[in-house]
């Protein structure tokens, strides 16, 4: 990649589009193209079109989605589907309409048959059913990957699809109705331990396993393929190790540094019992995730909206 060519990277505010443009910054790329949503409706494909073809980006990196942990997934089946259907066909036909030879599509580990073998490899997509909570987000997702596969098989071009494991940092969702796993369980440790609470509640039994990548690992990998000019399939991207929720439970408590129990609500989805990715393709390109999970959550914790650290005495 040039450092002169024109990168539009869309969801910019977001958790993954804020850490690829501070990666893109950091890496001295100064012609960012950025829109929010009050100046560019990715749902209006119109508008869309028409901001493609007068930009002309060289790159697109399409990190905006409609995104949400469990219950948000479950709940608002029919915006997960419409809004990820309209956002990802609005941006990469524009791309091609607009000429952009190399984009890139965000999508998320749950793509995967929920009872395909562990670790998963990328060439199980589509060869079995998918989770229930998260189907209708899923399809959407896959629809994007068969849209970049099937624009690079017809029309020559190079959109990649890159598959992130359950992520967390800067910019995270931390409402608790909506997010995923770990902004939850940070909140509700920082708020139990700031009202004196013998316990917090953590959803589902427990013993679901869960990858977990630090945002700005995943942003250095995005850029790590796009300067390497890989042009392949898609790409797993994760650590290549998971936990239990419990021990994710426990390793929260101690950085946010709640000394209470926990206990598990029972009433709410395990969901999935197990996604790890095997990170072998990604590997052999050259790249391995760095930052430690407690690390990552320490400064996850310490960027969270709610959380004022304590004054030097
Ligand atoms: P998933 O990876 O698509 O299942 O999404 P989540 O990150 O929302 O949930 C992962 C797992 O963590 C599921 O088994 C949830 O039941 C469990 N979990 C435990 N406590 C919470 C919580 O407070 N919020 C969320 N979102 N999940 C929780």
Redesign the pocket.
Known sequence: MDRNAKIFVTGHRGMVGSAIVRRLQAAGYDRLLTRGREDLDLLDQRAVHAFLAHEKPDYVFIAAAKVG???A?DQQRADFLYQNLLIEANLIHGAHLAGVQRLMFLGSS?IYPRDCPQPIKEEYLLTGPLEQ??EPYAIAKIAGIKLCESYNRQYARQYVSVMPT?LYGPNDNYD?LS????P??IR?AHEAKLRGDAEYV???SGT?R?EFLYVDDLADACVHLMERGYDGPLVNVGTGEDVT?RELAETVMDVVGFRGRVVYDRS?????PR?LLDVSRLAALGWKARTPLREGMRRAYESAPFHSPVANP
């Open positions: 942990g469990i219950q997934n749950c909570t998260n359950n608790l997010s995923h796993v770990l939850a369980l509700k953590v959803w589902g679901p869960r929720i709410k989805p395990d969901g999935t996604k």
